[in-house]
Structure formats: structure tokens, C-alpha cells
């Protein structure tokens, strides 16, 4: 994924204008060059990176406080070489 995040048009089936974006500036507290994301049922939104993972608050638009943690703390089975996440 790199630095840069790209937002994908489903309706018109195109990345939208001005796109990519660097991760820093929508998702602070979040590394360069993460593994993958995942957003769960209950809305949060996790980033993988190596082994460890960042719990992302979408409302105060950062990185919880205590984070990043290993993987394997939470993500039970999950191996701490993941390169993709899908839903």
C-alpha cells in the first residue's frame, strides 16, 4: 500500500480525483506502509503492521491511546505477517 491511500468510485468504477492521498493526512498516528485494514462489524476501523495492529477512532480522526499492540494480543490465529485484509 505504501504511504498513499486511494479512494475507489463503485458507481463509476475510477479512483477519484486527487488521488492517492498520504495515509498521514486523513489517519493520524497511523505508519507508512501498513500490511492492511480492516474495518469491523462494530465500525472500528484496525491497520495492520508487521505484528502489530492500531485501533483507529473515527471520530477523534486518530490512533487510540495504548496502541499499537502485537497482533497476537487480540487477533487470536491471525499470523503477524499478514498482507492483506478483506471483510
Known sequence: M???YYRYNESRHVIDPGYPRP???HWKG???SIDGVFRYANGITYFFKGNQYYRFNDTSLNVDPGYPRPISDYW???PNDIDDVIR
Open 23 to 25: 495515509i498521514s493526512d
Open 76 to 78: 487470536k490465529g491471525v
Open 30 to 32: 497511523v505508519p507508512s
Open 2 to 4: 505504501g504511504s498513499n
